[in-house]
């Protein structure tokens, strides 16, 4: 180990930069450092396709780790309505975006139900570290549909008991219930992403829709 301090403290002193750097531009807080590599934002966003001008709901946005790094990729010209149940974190959240600077995030107060996004609005719906904690995730899956463009995506990022399994049962989702509850609101799971080194990236669409390219999903391979 001590004939490797060198590189050592290289690797120390890069990882303090790169942390340091992103609480310097407000968009990474303290405590965050640990969840935003177990879920390499970047990647994360390239594998669900969030592209600049995107507008995106976000359920259960909490003190707003994903939700600014939402925001500051979809730009100006896109936005981000930040959704939860808990008025402390919104509150955090507002304030997190005024110190920020960003003008493209409207926090909205929900129901446990209702994100109550706006209707015919939405290109892409995010819940990360949420859809466990939902008390009815199929009411609140039916309520997204009405706010959804066509073509939307549902981007549901849970940890996987497969690989998390020191987790309690409860605070994971497998494939089989997110099928099982993605089907009975309407929705079908047409990907499962699994390079996330704790986490499912389960992407929903509602049931007969058309992708972007115009294939139905029914087609879609699912992995
Ligand atoms: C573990 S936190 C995740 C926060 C954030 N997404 C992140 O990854 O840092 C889970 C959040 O889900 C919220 N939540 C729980 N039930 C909800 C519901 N029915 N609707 C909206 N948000 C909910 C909680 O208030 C909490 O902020």
Not at 57 to 69: I, K, P, Q, S, Y
Not at 79 to 103: F, N, P
Not at 194 to 218: H, V, Y
Request: a negative charge; hydrophobic letters at 40%.
């Amino acid at each position: 180990m001590l004939r490797n301090k060198p590189a050592f403290l290289l690797l120390f002193a890069l990882v303090f930069l790169q942390s340091f750097a992103a609480c310097q531009i407000g968009l990474e807080e303290p405590g965050e450092w640990s969840t935003n590599r177990r879920q390499p934002p970047d990647k994360v966003m390239a594998a669900v396709g969030v592209e600049p001008g995107m507008v995106i709901g976000e359920v259960g946005a909490g003190r707003g780790r994903f939700t600014v790094l939402l925001a500051a990729k979809v730009g100006p010209t896109g936005k981000i309505y930040a959704e939860d149940i808990d008025r402390g974190s919104l509150d955090h959240l507002r304030e997190r975006c005024a110190k920020s600077g960003l003008k493209n995030v409207e926090v909205i107060a929900g129901e446990v139900s209702d994100p109550l996004f706006p209707k015919a609005s939405l290109d892409m719906v995010f819940m990360v570290l949420t859809y466990h904690h939902l008390s009815e995730p199929v009411a609140l899956l039916k309520n997204l549909i009405p706010s959804l463009k066509p073509g939307a995506t549902v981007i549901v990022i849970d940890p996987d008991p497969e690989k998390d399994r020191g987790n309690p049962s409860s605070e994971y989702t497998s494939k089989e219930k997110m099928e099982r509850e993605a089907g009975e609101a309407g929705f079908e799971l047409v990907r499962i992403e699994t390079f996330l080194e704790k986490d499912s990236i389960f992407i929903l669409r509602p049931k007969g829709t058309l992708d972007l390219e115009g294939t139905d999903t029914e087609a879609l391979d699912h992995r």
